[in-house]
T-cell receptor, first 114, second 118 residues
Framework: GDSVTQMEGPVTLSEEAFLTINCTYT??????LFWYVQYPGEGLQLLLK?????DKGSNKGFEATYRKETTSFHLEKGSVQVSDSAVYFC?????????????FGTGTQLKVEL | DSGVTQTPKHLITATGQRVTLRCSPRSGDLSVYWYQQSLDQGLQFLIQYYNGEERAKGNILERFSAQQFPDLHSELNLSSLELGDSALYFC?????????????????FGPGTRLTVL
């Protein structure tokens, strides 16, 4: 079955540090890939997405590139802010039999300190 | 605000009881999805409905059931509750949810219902 593996957290960084959160996936076929963010006490928000190999998703300074050869979709940001503190989920959608479920990684908590 | 609403926000109940969680999708969205978020299992897909019909099923227990009504809102029914059912239950919606153009399958999540079983 499909699966997503994320790096364990929590990740603690100082403000303005560079962020990388690793994500690799296993899927049959060609899924769409997503990063969702969950702020404390809130639901999930779509951060960025990529629908085919070599696509780069970007939003709010975050980027991730769909790498088919390494089955990866690592999240990066050049300079994190305290307001980026949240839990980040990597996910894939693989349409099977007409459905469209999201398969999530375990989530990586990011803490950004001053 | 994603446009997806869920009620109630919090629910506290006892083992053996039955509860109903409600979700209203974004205007125009035909698909509704239910997910469970727990500490030990992470975020797990439960079930998807498209325009009133069940479309996909995940790791949903037999004690749980869902439906989508003609006005497209959905309800998740949890019965014979156990301590392990304590979790955050999210609803999401998308325009489509069928095989085809991925952008139309983007899912928007509600704020969740936190269920505590004592």
């Amino acid at each position: 079955g499909d699966s997503v593996t994320q790096m364990e957290g929590p990740v603690t960084l100082s403000e303005e540090a560079f962020l990388t959160i690793n994500c690799t996936y296993t899927a049959t076929g060609y899924p769409s890939l997503f990063w969702y963010v969950q702020y404390p006490g809130e639901g999930l928000q779509l951060l960025l997405k990529a629908t085919k190999a070599d696509d780069k998703g970007s939003n709010k300074g975050f980027e991730a590139t769909y790498r088919k050869e390494t089955t990866s979709f690592h999240l990066e940001k050049g300079s994190v802010q305290v307001s980026d503190s949240a839990v980040y989920f990597c996910a894939l959608t693989y349409v099977t039999g007409g459905g469209n479920k999201l398969t999530f990684g375990t989530g990586t908590q990011l803490k950004v300190e001053l | 605000d994603s446009g997806v609403t869920q009620t109630p926000k919090h629910l506290i109940t006892a083992t053996g009881q039955r509860v109903t969680l409600r979700c209203s999708p974004r205007s125009g969205d035909l698909s509704v999805y239910w997910y469970q978020q727990s500490l030990d299992q992470g975020l797990q897909f439960l079930i998807q409905y498209y325009n009133g019909e069940e479309r996909a099923k995940g790791n949903i227990l037999e004690r749980f059931s869902a439906q989508q009504f003609p006005d497209l809102h959905s309800e998740l029914n949890l019965s014979s509750l156990e301590l392990g059912d304590s979790a955050l239950y999210f609803c999401a919606s998308s325009v489509s949810g069928l095989a085809g153009d991925p952008p139309y399958n983007e899912q928007f999540f509600g704020p969740g219902t936190r269920l505590t079983v004592l």
